[in-house]
């Protein structure tokens, strides 16, 4: 028996918990996270009167309350405006201007793993900022879904109201100036135009897609680290059928579609890369 905090981890619980995790969120958790386990579910343990993995995870299976908040605090929800810059460049450079020159009436973005928000607020921001040095091209009808496992990382979301700290975090002067309105107790909310283009829904990635439709654009960015190999196969093949044709898939700097190129081209943005539905 080991002891992390003032919760006891047997192995086999331990083992236990990270499959639960795995089968319902796809999270492949490391042999050696036991900190992080304790970390983030001592809280709710507490609250819960429970003292070890075994006790949680006779709970979860009857309290779905429970299992929901044990996966929103497994989430990881790290994010920040326009992160790596180099997509949101790519938008508004080169992904904008084709869709806009061949006519399209409407442009849907599904960013697949939305956290509490900044990245689809930051293609909402950029469509803005293309149509305001672009006016005889505009983008005229942008739709942006925003999708995420966590329901309270999404009640977040929903509001977009963000700490100026939270704020600082990618996100220009200008910008903010532009799109966001100050609040009396000193936080920031996302202007109503900016925000109605984006809506925001639950979603496992490990679930169906198809009752979402088409897009011409899916931001997958920074959540496939966290799948199997086989996981991230899959979730990458059934993504490249949610895609229009000649649509785009864009995912994280540090990520690539290794054994997929039967069904995305990689096209060379220099800096930055992006991948076109073959």
Same mark, same amino acid.
């Given at each position: 028996?080991?002891?992390?905090?003032?919760? =006891?981890?047997?192995?086999?619980?331990?083992?236990?918990?990270?499959?639960? #995790?795995?089968?319902?969120?796809?999270? /492949?958790?490391?042999?050696?996270? &036991?900190?992080? /386990?304790?970390?983030?579910?001592?809280?709710?343990?507490? %609250?819960?009167?429970?003292?070890?993995?075994?006790?949680?995870?006779?709970?979860?299976?009857?309290?779905?309350?429970?299992?929901?908040?044990?996966?929103?605090?497994?989430?990881?929800?790290?994010?920040?405006?326009?992160?790596?810059?180099?997509?949101?460049?790519?938008?508004? %450079?080169?992904?904008?201007?084709?869709? @806009?020159?061949?006519?399209?009436?409407? #442009? =849907?973005?599904?960013?697949?793993?939305?956290?509490?928000?900044?990245?689809?607020?930051?293609?909402?921001?950029? /469509?803005?900022?293309?149509?305001?040095?672009?006016?005889?091209?505009? /983008?005229?009808? +942008? &739709?942006?879904?925003?999708?995420?496992?966590?329901? %309270?990382?999404?009640?977040?979301?929903?509001?977009?109201?963000?700490?100026?700290?939270?704020?600082? *975090?990618?996100?220009?002067?200008?910008?903010?100036?532009?799109?966001?309105?100050?609040?009396?107790?000193?936080?920031?909310? @996302?202007? *109503?135009?900016?925000?109605?283009?984006?809506?925001?829904?639950?979603?496992?990635?490990?679930?169906?897609? +198809?009752?979402?439709?088409?897009?011409?654009?899916?931001?997958?960015?920074?959540?496939?680290?966290?799948?199997? +190999?086989?996981?991230? &196969?899959?979730?990458?093949?059934?993504?490249?059928? &949610? #895609?229009?044709?000649?649509?785009? #898939?864009?995912?994280?700097?540090?990520?690539?579609?290794?054994?997929?190129?039967?069904?995305?081209?990689?096209?060379?943005?220099?800096?930055?890369?992006?991948?076109?539905?073959?």
């Amino acid at each position: 028996m080991s002891i992390s905090g003032s919760i =006891r981890f047997e192995k086999n619980d331990f083992d236990q918990f990270r499959q639960f #995790l795995e089968n319902e969120s796809g999270i /492949v958790l490391g042999d050696n996270k &036991q900190y992080l /386990v304790a970390s983030r579910l001592r809280k709710i343990m507490q %609250e819960a009167d429970l003292h070890d993995l075994k006790d949680l995870l006779s709970k979860v299976k009857f309290n779905g309350r429970l299992k929901e908040r044990v996966i929103d605090a497994m989430t990881t929800n790290e994010t920040l405006w326009f992160r790596d810059k180099h997509p949101y460049r790519i938008l508004k %450079e080169i992904i904008f201007p084709e869709f @806009v020159s061949q006519k399209k009436s409407s #442009l =849907r973005i599904w960013s697949a793993a939305c956290s509490s928000g900044q990245e689809p607020y930051s293609m909402s921001m950029m /469509v803005d900022e293309y149509n305001r040095t672009n006016p005889g091209k505009r /983008v005229n009808q +942008a &739709q942006i879904l925003a999708t995420d496992l966590s329901s %309270e990382i999404l009640e977040q979301a929903k509001r977009g109201s963000y700490e100026k700290l939270a704020l600082a *975090r990618g996100l220009d002067a200008d910008l903010q100036k532009r799109y966001f309105t100050e609040n009396p107790d000193a936080s920031w909310t @996302v202007n *109503r135009d900016i925000k109605s283009r984006v809506d925001f829904r639950s979603l496992n990635l490990l679930s169906s897609y +198809a009752s979402l439709g088409k897009f011409d654009i899916i931001f997958c960015r920074n959540v496939l680290i966290y799948f199997s +190999a086989e996981q991230k &196969q899959d979730i990458l093949t059934r993504l490249g059928r &949610q #895609l229009n044709p000649n649509g785009y #898939l864009v995912i994280g700097a540090t990520e690539s579609l290794t054994g997929l190129n039967h069904i995305y081209e990689m096209i060379q943005c220099r800096p930055g890369l992006i991948y076109k539905l073959k």
